[in-house]
């Protein structure tokens, strides 16, 4: 089954300290990408991957890191998370990019809640 | 830079009514206009989508409509059932050959029974 699989689901941190929101896909997908969803302001893209130890800024990028070491991985990293990171990510991923056709698969989310 | 504004943001329709919500866009080097549903707890899933060179498409109590000229695509839900409150989105590059995606804000449909 295709899946884009994200943990933690859940999770509620306190200010300053490192996390790591793992994110894997099974399609071998070119293309992976982090969104934040926030009320009212839709799904944000905050990185986005077109291939291994490729990546660029979204439009949100601040206090974010990514990776790519790995096609099935794309790791997002809070190196010193504040309460304004509170959200609701979702790891998304598609054959290549923003071509056309190209179906995105999206993953069930993380809460994140940072106190 | 692509923006995309997506209307009304919320919308209560009467079950077996008829749903229309709305995507502007401001760049049109544009092959592919796609709507994504999104259920509470849940990831966004892509529902249809349709290319400029068919005004319409269907696919069971869906469609989607383009209207190059306005520089809008429509997503009506004929007979709109309970199941179908979520919300949807409509997401574009920001520009032809750029692999940043920009989302609408979300149309949030509610059908009541």
């Known amino acids: 089954e295709a899946q884009v699989t994200q943990n933690p689901r859940y999770l509620i941190t306190v200010t300053g300290k490192k996390l790591t929101v793992t994110c894997s896909q099974n399609?071998?997908?070119?293309?992976m990408s982090w969104y934040r969803q926030d009320p009212g302001l839709g799904l944000r893209q905050i990185y986005y991957?077109?291939?291994?130890?490729?990546?660029d800024k979204g439009d949100v990028p601040e206090g974010y890191k990514v990776s790519r070491k790995e096609k099935r991985n794309f790791p997002l990293i809070l190196e010193s998370p504040s309460p304004n990171q509170t959200s609701l990510y979702f790891c998304?991923?598609?054959?290549?990019?923003?071509?056309?056709?190209?179906?995105?698969?999206f993953g069930e989310g993380s809460w994140l809640t940072v106190v | 830079q692509q923006q995309v504004k997506q209307s009304p943001q919320s919308l209560i329709v009467q079950k077996g009514g008829i749903s229309i919500i709305n995507c502007a866009y401001e760049?049109?080097?544009?092959?592919?206009f796609p709507w994504y549903q999104q259920f509470p707890g849940k990831g966004p899933a892509l529902l249809i989508a349709?290319?400029?060179?068919?005004s319409e498409k269907k696919e069971g109590r869906f469609t989607i409509s383009f209207n190059k000229s306005a520089k809008q695509f429509s997503l009506h839900i004929m007979d709109s059932q309970p199941g179908d409150s979520a919300t949807y989105f409509c997401?574009?590059?920001?520009?032809?050959?750029?692999?940043?995606?920009?989302f609408g804000k979300g149309n949030q449909v509610v059908v009541i029974p």
């Open positions: 399609m071998n997908h070119e293309y």
């Open positions: 998304a991923s598609s054959f290549s990019g923003t071509a056309t056709g190209n179906t995105i698969y």
């Open positions: 997401a574009l590059p920001v520009k032809r050959g750029n692999n940043r995606l920009a």
């Open positions: 991957s077109m291939n291994v130890e490729v990546t």
């Open positions: 349709i290319r400029p060179d068919v």
């Open positions: 760049n049109t080097a544009f092959d592919y």
